[in-house]
């Protein structure tokens, strides 16, 4: 078991910049790989940006291309994950949610039905 805790989503403005964490805990750790997804109000759940088990691959959704950077950080105990988002747009505007393949370690997972574990999600508001 797996629990995952986004936090540093909110409201801000058109061109402004969020950096989103999540935690994970719970399980003894190994590593996997790990992504952000995201759904907007009446919209079907959509990958953001994916990474593996170290960072050393990294995938992205096109549209978030050269202004959302996915990172992450292991400690001995759990891993982190980061989503820098600069240059926001109001279609980006989404609930944000952080994921666990405990399945796979080496690549960076883009299958939303993939995905183990979640978390419980964190709004992005951008306004025009």
């Known amino acids: 078991q797996v629990q995952l805790v986004e936090s540093g989503g909110g409201l801000v403005q058109a061109g402004d910049s969020l950096r989103l964490s999540c935690t994970a805990s719970?399980?003894?750790?190994?590593?996997?790989?790990m992504g952000w997804f995201r759904q907007a109000s009446g919209k079907v759940r959509e990958l953001v940006a994916a990474?593996?088990?170290?960072?050393?691959?990294?995938?992205?959704t096109d549209s978030v291309k050269g202004r959302f950077t996915v990172s992450r950080e292991n400690d001995e105990n759990r891993p982190y994950l980061y989503l820098q988002m600069n240059n926001l747009r109001p279609e980006d505007t989404a609930v944000y949610y952080c994921?666990?393949?405990?399945?796979?370690?080496?690549?960076?997972?883009?299958?939303?039905?993939?995905?183990?574990?979640w978390g419980q999600g964190t709004q992005v508001t951008v306004s025009s």
């Open positions: 719970g399980r003894t750790y190994r590593p996997y790989s």
């Open positions: 990474v593996n088990w170290n960072g050393s691959v990294t995938k992205y």
């Open positions: 994921a666990a393949d405990i399945n796979e370690a080496w690549e960076a997972v883009v299958g939303v039905d993939d995905y183990d574990y």
